[in-house]
């Protein structure tokens, strides 16, 4: 089926069909570079984690948006960074 979605009549309606279903084809989407629909390329973007930990937390654009949640980045604040001692050291 792969070889006719390189007609951008037959790829939106296979992807129609298939959103309504709730299906997922990640190869059959990619095709969405080649015809240059946003919508689908945004829906590709979107399914890829590694793509969104590619461009970082705080990245975004017209066709992703990436967030702490999507990325699973954490932010620590380690401080202070050296802990001050708990007991005397000496006389002082």
Known sequence: MYWLMSDKEMFVEVTKILRSRRIFDGLLWNYSVHHK???ALREVLQKHAEVQWILGTFFECG????????TGFRH???FPLVNSRAHRLGDE
């Open 76 to 78: 620590l604040d380690y």
């Open 63 to 70: 066709l992703i948006k990436c967030s702490e949640k999507s």
């Open 37 to 39: 629909d946003e919508n």
